[in-house]
């Protein structure tokens, strides 16, 4: 008689670790996990993941990522220079706003009924005058939401038409503050995305809808998943330089 034995998947393993390159020291979360390939992310704040599969020897994972060092330094760069080129927004009238790609002068007025509201370029709040504040980035936060919620959702209805059958189930969908990473796709069918993807124009929001949607047919970034991608978002890179530019 057979004996039917459970497999668990153990959780990934994170330790830090550091390697010289040159003057600079890259400091690198390692993960390891159930994969079969190495990963390397850099994210927006500059902090670097690797990850490994379980069993990779350390010494073959620290002389992967020295071979990776002048693109992890590039890419820290690119961020740094992207987050020094737009400074924190300060909410004050005259500033730059983006909604959907496009940009909107932000008007601030004293009145009794605080509205939020897209006139022409402008980006309207209309605020008490005994407001605390920062009032005024609560309300436009919160309208950021409100659009974020009625539009992200019908983006998914029209990226999800374009992807074949295949019996994969509709995703439900999430929308999040994060801060490193635009959206996400759980192995139980949720999407995630990134809120602030409300200040990007359609044509980046797709591309952030149709990777995820992707990972329902692959879960991992091997070869077929990216060769789906071309098919679905030809242009997928521009779309993604064009994404990293606006937002950061
Ligand atoms: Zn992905």
């Known amino acids: 008689m057979a004996m039917r034995r459970v497999r668990r998947r153990a959780p990934a ?16 979360q390692l993960v390891r996990s159930d994969r079969r390939t190495l990963g390397f992310t850099v994210h927006r704040d500059g902090s670097v993941v690797v990850r490994a599969p379980r069993r990779a020897g ?20 690119e961020f740094a220079a992207s987050a020094a080129r737009t400074p924190p927004l300060r909410y ?20 009794d009924v605080e509205t939020v509201r897209l006139a022409g370029d402008a980006l ?36 999800w038409a374009t992807l074949p059958a295949d019996g994969h ?53 091997r070869r077929e998943f990216w060769t789906l991608v071309e098919r679905l978002v030809p242009d997928w890179k521009r779309r993604k330089r064009l994404l990293e530019s606006l937002l950061s």
């Open 13 to 28: 393993a994170t330790v830090t670790h550091s390697i010289r390159h040159g003057d600079e020291t890259i400091s690198f």
């Open 58 to 77: 350390e010494a073959d994972v620290l002389r992967s990522v020295a071979g990776r060092a002048d693109w992890i330094v590039r890419k820290q760069r």
């Open 92 to 111: 004050e009238e005259g500033e730059t706003h983006l909604y959907l790609g496009r940009s909107y002068r932000l008007a601030v007025e004293r009145g």
């Open 124 to 159: 309207r709040v209309t605020v008490r005058s005994d407001a605390p504040a920062g009032h005024v980035k609560d309300l436009l936060d919160a309208w950021y939401v409100r659009r974020a919620r009625r539009h992200l959702p019908a983006r998914l209805d029209v990226c």
């Open 169 to 221: 189930h509709r995703p439900t969908l999430r929308l999040k503050h994060m801060r490193t990473r635009w959206g996400s796709m759980s192995p139980r069918g949720y999407m995630s995305l990134r809120l602030d993807l409300i200040r990007a124009p359609d044509e980046c929001i797709d591309y952030v809808i149709l990777h995820e949607l992707c990972h329902l047919v692959h879960p991992n970034h």
